[in-house]
């Protein structure tokens, strides 16, 4: 046969049978690199350690359900009941230690979950000693039907495994918390960062600042508008970049291990691009990060910078500061201020949560977003000279992208005790702006432009003040509301940007577009919340 004709054959081969071929081969190798991977040394220490307490935990259960024959139920040979016990622990105790180290490998007892913090580890550890005494059980029917082994021995026994192997984990934990002896290179210094969402709007500003100071830089995205923003660092060898999913535990688990800090830029950016898919966006910016929260505490990272919004003050009409009372006006902003919610709890000696609350962005970065008021108002001002203002009497306060980035890198390098628990507004009193002004600031650059003027049903309405992060960190905004026009004016006008209205720049569509794929429809999170019962679900006000 000659070799075209191999090629012709493989690709007539029915697709389904390629596609199981492939993941085949993708299983082996993925089962060939965890052998490599596989931590022998230290896993063979724990396995020894659990082997001992699931035998102590089922020689237990056979004790005492002898005591209760021999005690309670006063039966009158107890030397036979006790042979056949003896008989069954002679027979059965090679199977059972087998059995559940086979499990608690599959379960990722000695590679992923050892990274798993709080319910997580515990959802772990009980569903791997349920599966373990349910297939013990079973296979002891199967294998010696006649002689099976009491019920309950393998009630005591599943409840006792529970408590011994759920216990020393537990107890591991907050030993290791109280007297605070994880591993760690350099308690309070971070040097390698984890950066959630690093390849957005934002991301992409932020990954070169920190690459630019001496971090280390890992980024994980589920890429929805690519990985060319990060083109340029791609090669960087203080740069790494993951796909997945922040809802993935497993994902995270691999990303987080050995970074000191978690900058989470990731979600479903935007108010329109949130009413899109609401459950999406509840499950990526809300419920993912309490597992975030949990799986950066349990890998020992201890600074987690949290991207809010300055759209959970809704809509005041006196100035706002970090200590108003906040009030979310759609899923967006609830999802923000759920987050923002977890993250204070969680606050430890140990764990330094950081919430920056960020004005409405605007100016150039390398994935760039035009359904952002600004740069969507001169891009239409400089195309078609007209632009449509809705609800003027409105106040945002604006940020340029470079400087939102650099609010990051400040809190960052800033000691824990200055930012640990703290909510910051980033952005600067000046650029406090009425809708109306900023249509007459860019009909002002933009000459010839018409200002079309209109109302919506959007209430925000917020000024802002940032008194605290230039008082406790000395952060200023650099960058202007006029050097932010003039960049996106400059781009259009020089046809950088050939057409800004195409769906790469706008986060609705884009969010519409991954809610039909795979990755968009199912969750490794929904799994869980369907196991775990008290899954947050904010509940959207005013949306
Ligand atoms: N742009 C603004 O005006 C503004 C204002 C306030 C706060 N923020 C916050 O800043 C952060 C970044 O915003 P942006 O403007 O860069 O948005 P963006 O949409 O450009 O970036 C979001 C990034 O998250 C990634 N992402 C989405 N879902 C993911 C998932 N499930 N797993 C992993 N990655 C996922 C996307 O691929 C993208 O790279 C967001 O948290 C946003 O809420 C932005």
């Known amino acids: 046969m000659s070799p075209s004709t191999g090629t012709n054959a493989s690709?007539?081969?029915?697709?389904?049978?390629?596609?199981?071929?492939?993941?085949?081969v993708e299983m082996g190798k993925r089962l060939r690199q965890e052998a490599r991977e596989f931590p022998w040394k230290d896993a063979l220490l724990r396995m020894a350690a659990d082997v001992v307490l699931v035998n102590v935990a089922m020689l237990s259960a056979f004790g005492l359900w002898f005591l209760f024959y021999v005690v309670v139920l006063d039966i009158p040979r107890p030397h036979d009941l006790a042979a056949i016990f003896k008989g069954f622990v002679a027979n059965y105790w090679l199977l059972w230690s087998f059995l559940a180290l086979l499990i608690f490998q599959l379960s990722g007892f000695y590679t992923r979950a050892r990274g798993y913090a709080g319910r997580y580890k515990a959802l772990v550890v009980f569903r791997a000693v349920s599966l373990f005494m349910v297939i013990f059980v079973f296979s002891d029917y199967f294998l010696f039907r006649g002689a099976l082994v009491p019920r309950g021995v393998a009630v005591i026994g599943w409840v006792l495994t529970l408590a011994l192997i759920g216990g020393t984990r537990l107890t591991k934990h907050?030993?290791?918390?109280?007297?605070?002896?994880?591993?760690?290179?350099?308690?309070?210094?971070v040097e390698k960062v984890l950066v959630l969402g690093g390849a957005g709007y934002l991301g992409s500003a932020l990954v070169p600042q920190l690459l630019a100071r001496g971090y280390t830089v890992r980024v994980l995205d589920s890429f929805l508008f690519g990985e060319a923003p990060l083109a340029p660092w791609k090669d960087h060898p203080h740069c790494e970049l993951v796909r997945g999913d922040v809802r993935d535990i497993e994902a995270i688990v691999h990303a987080v291990r050995g970074c000191d800090a978690v900058v989470h830029l990731a979600g479903i950016v935007g108010d329109s691009a949130c009413e899109e898919n609401q459950q999406l966006a509840i499950e990526v910016n809300g419920a993912a990060t309490r597992m975030l929260?949990?799986?950066?505490?349990?890998?020992?990272?201890?600074?987690?910078?949290?991207a809010s919004s300055c759209s959970v003050y809704g809509a005041s009409d006196l100035p706002v500061n970090e200590h108003s009372k906040i009030a979310p006006l759609s899923v967006y902003a609830q999802t923000k201020a759920d987050s923002e919610n977890i993250l204070l709890r969680s606050q430890a000696p140990d764990f330094h949560p950081v919430l920056l609350r960020l004005g409405t962005l605007f100016g150039m970065s390398r994935r760039m977003r035009f359904d952002l008021v600004v740069n969507l108002l001169v891009a239409r001002a400089a195309s078609a000279h007209r632009i449509t203002i809705m609800n003027g009497d409105q106040w945002r306060p604006f940020l340029h992208v470079d400087d939102a980035a650099r609010a990051f890198v400040v809190c960052l390098a800033a000691p824990?005790?200055?930012?640990?628990?703290?909510?910051?507004?980033?952005?600067?009193?000046?650029m406090n702006h009425q809708l109306d002004h900023l249509g007459e600031k860019i009909a002002a650059v933009v000459p010839e432009t018409e200002i079309e003027r209109t109302s919506s049903s959007d209430r925000r309405n917020y000024r802002v003040e940032f008194g605290k992060i230039e008082s406790r960190l000395g952060f200023r905004c650099e960058r202007t509301l006029e050097s932010g026009i003039a960049e996106i004016l400059e781009a259009v006008r020089t046809?950088?940007?050939?057409?800004?209205?195409?769906?790469?720049?706008?986060?609705?569509?884009?969010t519409r577009a991954y809610a039909q794929t795979e990755n968009g429809k199912s969750s490794p999170l929904r799994e869980l919340a369907a196991l775990t019962s008290r899954e947050a679900k904010p509940t959207p006000s005013g949306a």
């Open 11 to 24: 690709s007539l081969a029915n697709p389904a049978q390629k596609q199981s071929g492939g993941a085949a």
């Open 174 to 189: 907050r030993f290791l918390s109280m007297y605070r002896v994880e591993h760690r290179t350099q308690p309070g210094r």
């Open 293 to 306: 929260v949990d799986v950066a505490r349990g890998c020992g990272v201890h600074r987690f910078v949290f």
């Open 416 to 430: 824990s005790s200055a930012v640990s628990g703290e909510i910051f507004n980033v952005g600067s009193e000046s």
């Open 495 to 510: 046809r950088a940007i050939q057409d800004f209205s195409t769906e790469e720049f706008n986060n609705q569509v884009a």
